[in-house]
C-alpha cells in the first residue's frame, strides 16, 4: 500500500493509491468464502458450491467490493493522520483506473480532493457596523400597556364602531353594479377592525351602527388569501372566481373594554407581588420591550456583518471541483444546468460556512453539552411560562432537555441556535458598534427591507 500526493495547484491535489495484492488478496479470499456458504446456485446445496464457480460467476463484483473498502479506509485514514482540512469529499479522478480486473494484480486508483484555503476573517477594532435600537418611548410603552390591558379586558356591545372593534358581519355577494349575485356567495363572519389596513375600507366602517350595509372588497378587510378565503367560508383556490364587491351588513360591534391598571392585573402579568404601581409597570414593560427588541437588533447587525464578511473575505472557492462533487453526491439526480443554476447560492453557503468555523477556531468557541442541556431547559422554561403552566422539577426538566435533543432535527436546530448567539456575541466584542435610536416603524422597514 503506497499513497502518492501531486499537488494540481495551491487549493487541490490528487491522491493515488497503489495497491498489491497483500493488501486485498486475503479479503477477498474471505469474501469469497462466505458467500459460498450463504449462495443459492441451482445444482448444488447451500454451503456445496464450489469455489472455483463463486469466483467465475461473482468474483469480479466482490474484487471490486473488496478494492473500495481498502481504498476507501485508507484514504480517509492518509487525510487524518495528515490533518488535511478538505472541502466537500474526495471524488474520483477522470483518469481511469490502473489496473486488470480480469488478472488481478497491482492497481492504482486516483481521487482528487480540494483543500480549505487559508484566509483570513477581515473583523478588528476598527470595523465598523450600524447598530438599530428600537426608540422605547412612552407612546410605544403605552401601546404595549393597552395591548396587555386589552388581552385581560372584557368582550362588551357597542353601538358604533371603533378603531379596535370586532364586527360580526353578513358578507353577501354583488354583482358589479352592486345587486346581489344570484347564487353567489353569503357567509357569517368576524373582522377585528384593530387588523383592517386598507384606510378606505377602515374609514369606511368605522362609526357604522348595527344594521348598517357597506360595499366592501373582502381582500381589504382581512390579512391575505387563506384568511379571505376562511372568512367567506370557502377554499383559497376558488378566490379568483369571487367578486370583488361584497354587501357587509352590521349584525354586532363588540368591544374589548380595558382592564384596570389595579393589583390584580399586575399580578397576572408578572406574578405575585413582582409590580406594584403604574409606575414599575412602565418600567418593567419598557425593560422587557427592550430585552425583546435587542434580539432583533442583534439579527440586523448580523445581517449587515455577514454580508460583509461575504464580500470581503478573500477565500477562493475551486468552483470545478465542487460543481463535479455535488453531482456526484447529491442524493437526487441533478442536471449539470441545474448546478450552474444553484451553485452561486451553494458557493455563498459553503463561504460562510467556513467564515464562520474559522471564527470558532481561531476563538476557541465551543458549545459544551453541558451548555447545550442548560439553553435547552431554558426554552423549554419559556414554553411553560407562555402557556401559564408551572415549571417542574430540575430532575424532570433535564430528563425533558435530554429527550429534545436526541431529536436529530431539533437537537441541529438548538445548536445552530448556540452558535449564532456566540457568534454574535464575539462579532460584538469585536468590532465598533455605533448605535442608532430609530422608530419602532423604521425599525419594522428596516428589518423587511
Do not use: C
Not at 443459492?40 to 478494492?67: D, N
Not at 450600524?130 to 386589552?150: A, F, H, M
Not at 460556512?353 to 431554558?378: A, P, S
Request: aromatic share 8%.
Amino acid at each position: 500500500m503506497n499513497i502518492v500526493r501531486e499537488d494540481l495547484n495551491e487549493g487541490s491535489a490528487v491522491l493515488k493509491i497503489q495497491i498489491t495484492p497483500e493488501d486485498y488478496a486475503d479479503k477477498v479470499n474471505t469474501s469469497i468464502e462466505k458467500y459460498r456458504k450463504t449462495a443459492r446456485i441451482p445444482g448444488f446445496r447451500p454451503g456445496k458450491v464450489p469455489v472455483s464457480l463463486v469466483k467465475k460467476q461473482f468474483g469480479k463484483s466482490l474484487l471490486a467490493e473488496e478494492l473500495n473498502k481498502v481504498v476507501s479506509e485508507s484514504l480517509f485514514q492518509y487525510i487524518n493522520t495528515n490533518n488535511l482540512e478538505i472541502l466537500g469529499q474526495p471524488i474520483p479522478a477522470k483518469e481511469e483506473v490502473k489496473g486488470d480486473f480480469e488478472n488481478p494484480s497491482d492497481f492504482e486508483f486516483s481521487y482528487e480532493i480540494a483543500l480549505t484555503p487559508v484566509f483570513e476573517v477581515p473583523l478588528t477594532k476598527t470595523t465598523k457596523f450600524t447598530y438599530n435600537k428600537v426608540d422605547v418611548n412612552n407612546e410605544l410603552i403605552g401601546k404595549q400597556i393597552d395591548d396587555l390591558r386589552r388581552r385581560y379586558g372584557k368582550l362588551v356591545s357597542s353601538e358604533k364602531v371603533g378603531d379596535t372593534d370586532m364586527i360580526l358581519a353578513q358578507f353577501t355577494e354583488l354583482n358589479e353594479d352592486e345587486t346581489e349575485k344570484e347564487g353567489g356567495i353569503v357567509n357569517s363572519s368576524t373582522i377585528s377592525m384593530e387588523f383592517v389596513e386598507d384606510k378606505a375600507a377602515k374609514k369606511a366602517l368605522k362609526g357604522k351602527k348595527i344594521g348598517d350595509v357597506v360595499v366592501v372588497d373582502p381582500k381589504a378587510v382581512s390579512r391575505g388569501e387563506s384568511d379571505t378565503a376562511a372568512m367567506l367560508g370557502i377554499k383559497a383556490e376558488e378566490l379568483a372566481d369571487v367578486s370583488t364587491k361584497f354587501a357587509l351588513k352590521i349584525n354586532e360591534i363588540k368591544h374589548i373594554e380595558l382592564a384596570e391598571l389595579n393589583e390584580e392585573l399586575f399580578d397576572k402579568l408578572f406574578g405575585a407581588g413582582e409590580v406594584k404601581s403604574e409606575e414599575e409597570l412602565k418600567a418593567r414593560v419598557q425593560k422587557d420591550l427592550e430585552e425583546m427588541f435587542s434580539n432583533d437588533s442583534d439579527r440586523l447587525m448580523m445581517r449587515d456583518a455577514y454580508k460583509y464578511l461575504i464580500d470581503n473575505t478573500k477565500l477562493n472557492l475551486p468552483a470545478d471541483f465542487l460543481k463535479r462533487w455535488i453531482l456526484l453526491s447529491s442524493e437526487n439526480q441533478v442536471s449539470t444546468e441545474e448546478v450552474e443554476t444553484t451553485y452561486p447560492d451553494y458557493e455563498q453557503s459553503m463561504k460562510w460556512q467556513l467564515i464562520q468555523g474559522k471564527i470558532f477556531k481561531d476563538n476557541n468557541l465551543q458549545l459544551k453539552q453541558e451548555e447545550v442541556v442548560d439553553y435547552t431547559k431554558d426554552l423549554i422554561l419559556k414554553q411553560y411560562a407562555q402557556y401559564g403552566i408551572p415549571a417542574p422539577e430540575d430532575k424532570e426538566l433535564t430528563a425533558s432537555a435530554q429527550q429534545v435533543l436526541a431529536n436529530k432535527d431539533e437537537s441541529s436546530r438548538i445548536f445552530d441556535m448556540i452558535a449564532e448567539t456566540k457568534l454574535i456575541e464575539y462579532i460584538k466584542s469585536t468590532v465598533k458598534l455605533s448605535d442608532k435610536k430609530v422608530s419602532y416603524e423604521d425599525f419594522v422597514e428596516l428589518a423587511n427591507s
